[in-house]
Protein backbone atom coordinates (compact mmCIF):
# COMPACT_ATOMS: atom_id res chain seq x y z
CA UNK A 1 0.00 0.00 0.00
CA UNK A 2 1.65 3.25 -0.81
CA UNK A 3 0.85 7.11 -0.76
CA UNK A 4 2.47 9.92 -2.19
CA UNK A 5 5.76 10.71 -0.69
CA UNK A 6 7.36 14.38 -0.59
CA UNK A 7 10.42 13.23 0.29
CA UNK A 8 10.81 11.54 -3.24
CA UNK A 9 11.58 7.95 -2.13
CA UNK A 10 10.49 5.07 -4.35
CA UNK A 11 9.38 7.08 -7.71
CA UNK A 12 7.58 9.38 -5.35
CA UNK A 13 5.48 6.83 -3.27
CA UNK A 14 6.43 5.46 -0.26
CA UNK A 15 4.94 2.20 1.70
CA UNK A 16 2.17 3.42 4.07
CA UNK A 17 1.03 -0.70 5.79
CA UNK A 18 3.23 -0.49 8.56
CA UNK A 19 0.94 2.89 10.49
CA UNK A 20 -2.26 0.48 9.58
CA UNK A 21 -3.77 -2.28 12.12
CA UNK A 22 -4.39 -5.54 9.43
CA UNK A 23 -7.02 -7.90 10.00
CA UNK A 24 -8.52 -10.93 7.93
CA UNK A 25 -11.67 -12.69 8.12
CA UNK A 26 -10.48 -15.86 8.33
CA UNK A 27 -6.66 -17.65 8.32
CA UNK A 28 -5.52 -21.32 8.62
CA UNK A 29 -3.14 -21.34 11.58
CA UNK A 30 0.40 -20.12 11.02
CA UNK A 31 -0.97 -18.20 7.78
CA UNK A 32 -2.70 -14.89 8.89
CA UNK A 33 -1.50 -11.48 8.81
CA UNK A 34 1.98 -12.12 10.03
CA UNK A 35 2.79 -14.29 6.73
CA UNK A 36 0.63 -11.91 4.95
CA UNK A 37 2.56 -8.42 5.65
CA UNK A 38 5.87 -10.07 6.05
CA UNK A 39 7.66 -8.73 2.99
CA UNK A 40 8.61 -12.47 1.83
CA UNK A 41 6.98 -14.21 -1.72
CA UNK A 42 7.83 -17.42 0.22
CA UNK A 43 4.81 -17.30 2.90
CA UNK A 44 1.43 -15.86 2.40
CA UNK A 45 -2.27 -15.35 4.27
CA UNK A 46 -4.42 -18.72 3.58
CA UNK A 47 -7.81 -17.62 4.47
CA UNK A 48 -9.82 -20.64 5.86
CA UNK A 49 -13.98 -20.34 5.32
CA UNK A 50 -16.73 -18.97 3.16
CA UNK A 51 -16.11 -16.25 0.51
CA UNK A 52 -16.11 -13.15 0.41
CA UNK A 53 -12.70 -13.07 2.20
CA UNK A 54 -11.59 -9.94 3.71
CA UNK A 55 -8.41 -7.90 4.65
CA UNK A 56 -8.91 -5.21 6.45
CA UNK A 57 -6.76 -2.13 6.78
CA UNK A 58 -7.22 0.33 9.61
CA UNK A 59 -5.71 3.54 9.84
CA UNK A 60 -5.36 5.20 13.49
CA UNK A 61 -6.13 8.74 11.16
CA UNK A 62 -7.40 9.99 8.17
CA UNK A 63 -4.89 8.61 5.63
CA UNK A 64 -4.39 9.33 1.75
CA UNK A 65 -3.26 5.58 -0.22
CA UNK A 66 -2.44 6.19 -3.73
CA UNK A 67 -2.69 2.43 -4.39
CA UNK A 68 -2.37 -1.19 -3.18
CA UNK A 69 -0.10 -3.92 -4.68
CA UNK A 70 -0.70 -7.08 -4.49
CA UNK A 71 1.11 -9.87 -5.12
CA UNK A 72 -0.91 -13.23 -6.92
CA UNK A 73 1.00 -15.86 -8.53
CA UNK A 74 -1.89 -18.11 -10.50
CA UNK A 75 1.15 -21.08 -11.61
CA UNK A 76 1.80 -21.33 -8.17
CA UNK A 77 -1.56 -20.78 -6.62
CA UNK A 78 -4.37 -21.90 -9.13
CA UNK A 79 -7.53 -22.51 -7.19
CA UNK A 80 -5.96 -20.37 -4.33
CA UNK A 81 -5.72 -17.33 -6.95
CA UNK A 82 -8.32 -14.42 -6.75
CA UNK A 83 -10.04 -13.39 -9.55
CA UNK A 84 -12.47 -10.64 -8.55
CA UNK A 85 -10.97 -8.62 -5.62
CA UNK A 86 -13.02 -5.28 -4.69
CA UNK A 87 -11.46 -2.25 -2.88
CA UNK A 88 -13.81 -0.92 -0.36
CA UNK A 89 -13.09 2.62 1.97
CA UNK A 90 -14.62 4.45 4.39
CA UNK A 91 -14.62 5.72 8.11
CA UNK A 92 -14.83 2.12 9.87
CA UNK A 93 -16.81 -1.21 8.68
CA UNK A 94 -20.40 0.65 9.13
CA UNK A 95 -19.90 2.96 6.12
CA UNK A 96 -17.55 1.25 3.93
CA UNK A 97 -18.38 1.95 0.27
CA UNK A 98 -17.07 0.15 -2.97
CA UNK A 99 -14.55 2.08 -4.98
CA UNK A 100 -13.53 -0.30 -7.72
CA UNK A 101 -13.43 -3.85 -8.54
CA UNK A 102 -10.24 -5.76 -9.83
CA UNK A 103 -10.81 -8.75 -11.78
CA UNK A 104 -7.61 -10.87 -12.58
CA UNK A 105 -6.63 -13.55 -15.24
CA UNK A 106 -4.42 -15.89 -14.31
CA UNK A 107 -1.77 -13.12 -12.69
CA UNK A 108 1.64 -13.30 -12.51
CA UNK A 109 3.52 -10.70 -10.26
CA UNK A 110 2.86 -7.65 -8.65
CA UNK A 111 -0.71 -6.10 -9.58
CA UNK A 112 -1.24 -2.25 -9.05
CA UNK A 113 -4.53 -1.17 -8.01
CA UNK A 114 -5.22 2.60 -8.05
CA UNK A 115 -7.47 4.28 -5.31
CA UNK A 116 -8.89 7.76 -6.38
CA UNK A 117 -10.99 9.64 -4.41
CA UNK A 118 -14.78 9.40 -7.06
CA UNK A 119 -15.03 13.26 -6.09
CA UNK A 120 -11.66 14.71 -7.24
CA UNK A 121 -10.97 12.51 -10.35
CA UNK A 122 -7.26 11.37 -10.61
CA UNK A 123 -6.47 12.35 -6.85
CA UNK A 124 -5.49 9.75 -4.22
CA UNK A 125 -8.36 8.89 -1.69
CA UNK A 126 -7.87 9.74 1.87
CA UNK A 127 -9.36 7.38 4.17
CA UNK A 128 -9.66 5.62 7.42
CA UNK A 129 -10.23 1.99 6.69
CA UNK A 130 -9.51 -0.04 3.47
CA UNK A 131 -11.27 -3.47 3.30
CA UNK A 132 -10.17 -5.87 0.46
CA UNK A 133 -12.48 -8.13 -0.39
CA UNK A 134 -12.23 -11.26 -2.40
CA UNK A 135 -15.15 -12.34 -4.07
CA UNK A 136 -13.80 -15.15 -6.02
CA UNK A 137 -11.29 -17.48 -6.91
CA UNK A 138 -9.82 -18.93 -10.52
CA UNK A 139 -11.19 -22.53 -11.03
CA UNK A 140 -14.01 -21.72 -8.56
CA UNK A 141 -11.47 -22.65 -5.47
CA UNK A 142 -12.85 -21.81 -2.26
CA UNK A 143 -9.74 -20.68 -0.02
CA UNK A 144 -7.40 -17.44 -1.37
CA UNK A 145 -3.89 -17.50 -1.03
Known amino acids: MQAPDEGGDQGGYKEIGESAVWSVSSCKSGFGVEQLRDNSLETYWQSDGPQPHQINIQFLKRTTVSH ?53 KGQPISTFMIQIVIGSNHQNGRDTH
Open 68 to 120: IKLYADYKSDESYTPNKISFRCGIGFHDLRQVGVLELNEPSGWVTFPLEDRGR
